[in-house]
């Protein structure tokens, strides 16, 4: 068993790796890749697809043969009352209490809006949905959130589709350590499986990612790749790393070892 | 000698049609529109002939293909250049040109001296750029009315405003794009429409004379000259079958590229706004779907220019000689 269960409000869940469904080259990619990274969640984003009708069932119709859960996310909302709205036609559409609530403040990090992000919590948590909130790791807003009803919180690593990695890994700790009990994913900004086995092995609950296996050269190999790395990083969480030492520390013990020259012993 | 019917009379049916009769066949070209090319996805195409750059989104698969069919269009009756694409990006974007040159070949990293050289008119703007030497472009609508010419030329036969069952032939080959999407439901085969939406513009302050592709993290653009100083400037992806105008924030985003790309487009006029479907397979791929005489030849997506010539010689093959679909187009 590489992956212990893990929930995600009232869900089970095996797979710590969540999967975005933009930018793929095609959509048969889309699904060789989630296939390839054996997600059990994908996001969606509600705008884009369905802007019309045809299209997008035939493209939700191939989705929901992967037999995923889906999180629709609020992508490219701006106030709190545009998030609601777009989420309250995601719970219409794609019959899920989830929501990636996204609530976007500056358009050139797209850093989520921490004020607007706590009162759509508030009215959403309100009306029955189950908020993932997209947010950085500042601890107050953390607390805010929890408070207004959200039960998992989804930090960035670094500003969505950069491939920086965890900008800030003092913080993401403090953080992981501030909440030991709440399940914490790292969402943006991850580029590379190393960056997403960094936040696993600090004992994130998940990574959610898009770009970093969409923009691949070869998004299934990527995919693979990412879940390789999220496994191997959350067991080696559970297994203990051993600390970082400023003395070394000989791996083949010493004591008994004859010293003889045993090349010259003739 | 066989009788053919070519359904639909985009660039896809428009090669079909245009080879077969070259081949000595009758063909007759049957078109659901009054006007020619008034309904055709093509006539929004930016017709760029670019094996190499288009292979950048995962599908090198279909490079050699895709030079195939290059080579073909020199066989053909439409004028193209052959003058290569230029790449660029803003310079805060310019890790763009890394990533693009990482997942592409047969480029060459040029400096502004070259970009000089090339597109005198972008002096002094860009200090680097990925020049793809071997690929070529074409002005779609002026493609599209030679390849009919040429067609009736040969003795092909065209109906306009064609709606009911074709004449009786040998060989149906149907390219009507969503128009088929029903048929190929029936045989398993998802066909969806890919929005795309475009700017002509006339900018006689500027010469271009190849492809510019602009990158950029969020919204990636070309600009491709047409005949007469018009500048045809593409093209959002979008999957949606909305087939509405384009909208404001896609012209807006689309008019501020070409901005971007050089200042005088500023003096431009705006010739048309437009939007259309790209019809495509899951895989973004075009396909040959056989069904006994009755050939679908469909899913173009972005490559309907570049693949259709390849596409018209794969067809004859198969019903001339029984030679088998290749397998990325079956």
Redesign the interface.
């Given at each position: 068993m590489t992956n212990s269960q893990f929930k995600l409000y009232d869900t089970s869940l095996s797979s710590r790796l969540i999967m975005g469904t933009a930018l793929y080259?095609?959509?048969?990619?889309l699904?060789d890749s989630v296939n390839a990274g054996g997600s059990e969640i994908v996001t969606l984003s509600l705008r884009?697809?369905t802007?019309?009708?045809?299209?997008?069932n035939?493209?939700w119709?191939?989705i929901q043969k992967l037999n995923v859960n889906l999180l629709p996310n609020t992508a490219g909302c701006k106030t709190a009352k545009d998030a609601i709205t777009t989420a309250q036609m995601a719970r219409e559409i794609f019959g899920t209490k989830w929501l990636k609530l996204e609530v976007i403040a500056n358009d050139d990090t797209l850093q989520p809006d921490l004020f607007e992000l706590v009162e759509a919590t508030k009215e959403l948590s309100s009306q029955g949905f189950q908020v993932f909130p997209y947010t950085t790791e500042d601890l107050g807003a953390a607390e805010k959130l929890l408070e207004a009803g959200a039960e998992v919180l989804m930090p960035w690593g670094a500003p969505i589709?950069t491939g920086r990695g965890l900008m800030n890994p003092y913080a993401l700790r403090t953080m992981r350590s501030y909440f030991p009990d709440t399940p914490l994913i790292v969402d943006a900004g991850i580029g590379a499986p190393s960056h997403a086995a960094e936040a696993m092995e600090m004992g994130y609950d998940a990574i959610l990612l898009n770009t970093a296996i969409a923009?691949a050269?070869?998004?299934v190999a990527m995919g693979k790749a990412f879940k390789l790395a999220v496994e191997a990083g959350h067991l080696a969480h559970q297994a203990l790393l051993i600390e970082q030492r400023d003395m070394a520390s000989p791996s083949t013990p010493v004591a008994g070892t004859p010293f003889f020259d045993l090349d010259n012993l003739n | 000698m066989l009788k053919i019917n070519v359904i639909g009379a985009g660039i896809l049916g428009l090669w079909q049609a245009y080879r077969f009769a070259k081949a000595g066949h009758q063909v007759h070209l049957l078109e659901k529109s009054e006007t020619l090319f008034e309904t055709a996805s093509s006539r929004l195409a930016g017709a760029m002939l670019a094996p190499f750059c288009e292979s950048e989104?995962?599908?090198r698969d279909l490079i050699p293909h895709a030079l195939r069919s290059l080579a073909l269009w020199s066989e053909g009756p439409c004028d193209f250049e052959s003058k290569g694409t230029l790449i660029i990006a803003p310079p805060r974007d310019r890790v763009e040109l890394t990533?693009f040159a990482?997942?592409t070949i047969e480029h060459q990293h040029i400096k502004s001296e070259t970009i000089a050289q090339l597109e005198p008119s972008l002096e002094g703007r860009f200090n680097e750029a990925l020049y793809f030497e071997k690929e070529g472009h074409l002005a779609p609508r002026p493609a599209l009315k030679a390849l009919i010419t040429a067609f009736r030329d040969l003795g092909g036969e065209v109906t306009l405003g064609f709606t009911g069952t074709a004449p009786k032939a040998d060989y149906t080959i149907d390219t009507r794009g969503m128009g088929a999407k029903s048929e190929l439901k029936a045989k398993d085969r998802?066909l969806?429409?890919?929005?795309g939406e475009m700017v002509v513009v006339h900018a006689p302050g500027l010469k271009l004379y190849r492809p510019i592709r602009l990158l950029h993290?969020r919204m990636p653009s070309y600009i491709v000259p047409w005949p007469d100083d018009h500048y045809m400037i593409g093209a959002t992806v979008?999957?949606?079958?909305?087939?509405g105008p384009i909208t404001l924030r896609s012209g807006l985003e689309l008019l501020g590229s070409a901005f971007t790309v050089h200042p005088a487009f500023g003096d431009a006029k705006i010739i048309e706004f437009n939007a259309g479907s790209r019809p495509?397979f899951?895989?973004?791929?075009p396909k040959i779907v056989l069904d006994e005489t009755h050939i679908f030849v469909n899913g173009a997506y972005r490559h309907g220019f570049l693949l259709a010539p390849l596409l018209a010689e794969l067809v004859l093959a198969h019903i001339e000689n029984g030679e088998p679909i290749e397998g990325l187009f079956q």
């Open positions: 080259p095609s959509p048969q990619s699904i884009r697809e802007a019309g009708d045809g299209a997008a035939d493209f119709a191939h589709g923009k050269g070869d998004p | 989104a995962s599908q990533s990482k997942r998802a969806r429409p890919v929005r993290p979008i999957e949606s079958d909305d087939e495509s899951f895989d973004n791929l």
